[in-house]
């Protein structure tokens, strides 16, 4: 195909393209061209020289943008003539390693087709084999010492190829060509099984789906840490295992064998399946079956919820022992609760031996652990809701627009928030968001927080040289962040923490990515629980204008009692009590959720006054879920509200999104959010009688129309929610169904609008300061 005189041309692709089978797929069209030259990994992505005519190269180049292979995602290309070169037919050429690394890190990648059939067939040399991988799967960020992505700077070095491996990583036309995780059972990675005193336990694999179908509970190392599992039809099991984990209620996630066996549970509908077989394969909440075909025992999975988390096995050993148990399996992160997943052998056999009856290990090491991602669809308008973002999608982030010139030059990390924590890293025009990494207020969580950034530091080779920190000043990411720049001898910049918020969903749907120009304006519909504003008050109901130019704040919920600190989101029935107060209205049973001396010292701190105020969403969600019997206290996060979600989907699953008006509201004071109005019209409905569901369903509708009556006010047809209370799919729904088409909607695409945005919110406001925060 080469025709005309030749020249020497240098490409240069940056984007993920380590780590994906970059390089076999040009050798093959090197090959498929007559081309002679080589290709690398570097520092800096993949550079491909070769000689070529002016047309062929220009061919070539694009032959390589449209058929890259389907896990790469390329984000820069540069084709530019060199001297002439003599080659001798075309070359994979060992990495250069000596340039400080300007790539973006790949993700791990859930087994492909191919290997998953191999792993099943008898006269396979893989059969059975619970680490088989190829080009297109298997772990890539969670196994890197180093950059560029090479077998030596992963956890794989240790496992020396046999002559049969080392046939297959050569051979062009295998797809276990270059495939750095490339093993079998004769030179790979060996299981071992021990019981809780640490004996060994013969055959571990059969050992292990055997213990799981009598009832036992299992440790078993995973790609990213370790995952307890147990026999979810067994009631035994499942009890054993949330008393021992001390998790009362929080619900499970599920690992079924296959679509078919889940359909027999769930249902599924298309875009949760497709999400089910991606290459990230996420956790995925789905619909319960009335009856389950497999005896799921549901009320002990997800109590008093009507979806389940349920996951495909991305992993070989996960896929080996889900179709030997034949029967779903709990699934959840290996860790004591409040602390992050365990993946070091040794601390899971100190932790985790107290809990599981055996623990399932193997001997390569994890070198960056990570919790299995989640997301869920709103039921009607089929939004896509990131509830966390973790292994299969950190940490890559593609923001649509690559910084050039000075704006490359810039090395900006951004500490993030407390609860949902995750941090954010803006380096040589290439944007990191690191991995769910748990909340803050534990203290293993702090040393995984710590341990996760200096990893980063390690694989980059690089220190930044701003830093961007969360305005509370005793979060422990604010602090760490002011510590660093004080080591690091940076500049450190507050946000607030709501504008954050704001700013990544603006970021994640094209503003503030780029210059700024002007824009129509736009409201943020900024909901959660908790963030320190800037009058050192208590936010979480916020409503901000970005016209861009200015983001000011330009409404808010009418704030209430901040009563008792973090003992308030644990025990709703304290925001129920605030409410009251707000409310002038209190129900006659309120006072049966307190002792008497509860209820006394509690009615003397509200009299006493003095207390911080609050604006939440979140609070206000917890509040009139106590008022309506639904939680008093909860043993997990976000809890309260769930069961208020579930209220109202009950209703509106009979009824219909369009069946019930809102609560009839007075806003002729402009700036407030009537809380306490609401709250009036919920006790007025509960004391007439009316059903819990349908109270919780207008208590939602009524939310939506209130942003309606903000977004006139303040003369914006463009709205964007941001914060915890948007993980709420009916609402979202709600919103979608009543705003649309009067406004224009925008969600966040590939982050969660709950706390773990928050690191790449202060990261796009540092980058644009000429936006006035008012």
């Not at 030749?6 to 050798?27: A, C, D, M, N, S």
């Not at 080589?38 to 058929?67: C, S």
């Not at 991602?373 to 940490?395: D, E, T």
């Not at 644990?570 to 049973?589: K, N, Q, Y």
């Amino acid at each position: 195909m080469v025709k005309g005189t030749e020249h020497t041309y240098h490409l240069h692709i940056t984007g993920q393209v380590q780590g994906v089978g970059f390089r076999p797929f040009v050798w093959r069209l090197a090959q498929a061209y007559g081309l002679s030259g080589w290709v690398n990994n570097t520092t800096d992505g993949v550079h491909v020289v070769f000689n070529a005519g002016v047309r062929t190269a220009e061919d070539f180049g694009q032959a390589i943008l449209g058929q890259a292979p389907p896990l790469s995602r390329i984000t820069g290309y540069r084709l530019e003539a060199l001297a002439r070169q003599a080659f001798e037919g075309f070359q994979i050429v060992h990495s250069a390693t000596a340039a400080l690394p300007d790539l973006l890190l790949t993700p791990d990648f859930a087994l492909c087709p191919e290997c998953r059939q191999e792993l099943h067939q008898a006269a396979n040399r893989r059969f059975g084999y619970a680490f088989t991988t190829c080009i297109h799967c298997g772990p890539r960020f969670s196994i890197a010492t180093g950059l560029p992505y090479d077998r030596e700077r992963t956890t794989m070095a240790r496992f020396e190829q046999c002559p049969e491996c080392l046939a297959e990583y050569n051979d062009p036309a295998d797809r276990r060509y270059f495939s750095q995780t490339n093993s079998c059972p004769v030179c790979g990675i060996q299981l071992r099984l021990t019981d809780a005193a640490g004996m060994d336990i013969a055959d571990p694999l059969d050992s292990a789906i055997n213990g799981l179908c009598a009832g036992k509970i299992l440790a078993v190392k995973g790609i990213g840490g370790y995952l307890l599992m147990c026999d979810a039809t067994n009631a035994g099991a499942l009890q054993n295992l949330r008393a021992r984990k001390r998790r009362p209620d929080k619900p499970f996630a599920l690992l079924y064998a296959d679509l078919e066996q889940l359909d027999g549970d769930a249902l599924p509908g298309a875009a949760e399946k497709e999400w089910l077989l991606r290459f990230e394969a996420p956790i995925v909440l789905v619909q319960q079956r009335g009856k389950p075909a497999s005896g799921l025992c549901s009320t002990l999975v997800a109590p008093g919820l009507a979806e389940i988390g349920v996951m495909l096995p991305y992993a070989p050993l996960l896929d080996l022992i889900a179709r030997g148990a034949g029967r779903p399996l709990v699934a959840t992160s290996g860790n004591l609760s409040g602390s992050p997943i365990i993946y070091d052998d040794q601390a899971a056999r100190r932790l985790l031996s107290p809990i599981a009856d055996a623990i399932l290990s193997h001997n390569r090491d994890i070198a960056l652990p990570q919790d299995d991602s989640v997301l869920r669809f709103s039921p009607r308008h089929r939004q896509k809701i990131v509830l966390r973002r973790s292994r299969g999608f950190a940490p890559t982030f593609f923001s649509g627009v690559q910084p050039t010139g000075p704006g490359k030059a810039r090395s900006v990390l951004a500490l993030g928030a407390t609860l949902k924590s995750a941090f954010a890293w803006q380096h040589l025009g290439n944007l990191y968001v690191s991995q769910y990494l748990g909340d803050l207020e534990s203290y293993d969580t702090q040393e995984a927080f710590e341990r996760t950034l200096q990893h980063f530091l390690r694989l980059l080779r690089a220190t930044p040289r701003e830093i961007v920190v969360d305005k509370h000043p005793d979060y422990f990411s604010t602090q760490l962040g002011k510590r660093l720049a004080a080591d690091w001898q940076t500049p450190v910049l507050e946000v607030q923490h709501h504008r954050a918020h704001f700013a990544a969903v603006l970021a994640e749907n094209g503003y503030l990515v780029g210059p700024i120009t002007t824009v129509p304006p736009v409201l943020g519909v900024i909901w959660d629980g908790t963030g320190f504003g800037d009058d050192g008050q208590v936010w979480g109901g916020e409503f901000f204008r970005f016209d861009g130019q200015a983001m000011e704040r330009a409404g808010y919920f009418e704030a209430f009692d901040f009563l008792l600190g973090d003992k308030m989101p644990r025990e709703p029935r304290l925001s129920a009590l605030s409410l009251s107060g707000l409310s002038g209205i209190t129900p006659d049973d309120l006072e049966a959720k307190f002792s008497p001396q509860e209820w006394a010292l509690y009615q003397k701190i509200l009299a006493r006054g003095g207390l911080l105020r609050t604006t939440s969403v979140g609070r206000l969600f917890d509040g009139v879920a106590a008022l309506l019997g639904l939680a008093h206290r909860v043993s997990y996060e976000g809890q309260a509200a769930m069961l208020l979600e579930q209220a109202a989907g009950r209703y509106y699953r009979q009824e219909g999104l369009e069946a019930l008006p809102a609560y009839p509201l007075d806003t002729a004071g402009g700036i407030l959010a009537p809380t306490g109005e609401l709250v009036r019209q919920v006790a007025a409905d509960r004391a007439a009688g009316s059903s819990r569901e349908k109270i919780a369903a207008r208590f939602h509708r009524t939310l939506v129309e209130m942003i309606r009556q903000q977004a006139r006010l303040h003369d914006c047809r463009v709205l964007a929610f941001s914060g915890g209370v948007w993980q709420n799919a009916l609402l979202v729904d709600l919103a979608i169904t009543h705003l649309r088409p009067e406004f224009e909607l925008l969600f966040h695409r590939q982050l969660s609008p709950n706390d773990e945005c928050i690191a790449y919110g202060q990261l796009m406001l540092s980058k644009s300061a000429e936006v006035a925060l008012r």
